[in-house]
């Protein structure tokens, strides 16, 4: 189950939302130079935070409702909010990843009206926080 939690509202999210750059990110900083002896100069560092989360879905899968959509959207405009977002059997503390574009859907079937029920594809992007 996918959820995520703002205080104290959890929005279930759809179980088939996948996460796509799941195993994308490296948790190590590494830079390296060469010295003027030409010796490799070598640092490295865990990552303390900043991990991307995207979680996606498609034509076939991963829709979510205009309603939790629109809730979203609303959570995605406060600044600097930590949530809880629940993935994968793992807990994270994420924020809405705002210089990525953190919430952008688009209609599964083009609609002449709008009701609460119809269905999106959504694409949610976050950071670790």
Excluded: C, H
């Excluded at 390296?32 to 900043?50: D, H």
């Excluded at 688009?106 to 976050?126: C, H, K, M, Q, S």
């Amino acid at each position: 189950m996918k959820t995520l939690t703002y205080g104290a509202t959890t929005l279930t999210l759809p179980d088939d939302l996948l996460w796509t750059d799941e195993f994308s990110w490296q948790a190590v900083e590494q830079r390296t130079e060469f010295s003027i002896t030409g010796a490799l100069i070598m640092e490295a560092a865990a990552k303390q935070a900043g991990r991307p989360v995207t979680l996606a879905g498609s034509q076939t899968r991963g829709w979510v409702t205009r309603t939790t959509l629109q809730t979203l959207k609303a959570w995605a405009a406060l600044p600097a909010q930590a949530f809880t977002l629940v993935v994968n059997g793992g807990s994270l503390a994420v924020a809405f990843d705002q210089a990525r574009g953190a919430v952008e859907a688009e209609p599964l079937f083009a609609l002449v009206g709008v009701d609460a029920n119809d269905d999106y594809i959504p694409t949610l992007r976050f950071i670790e926080v």
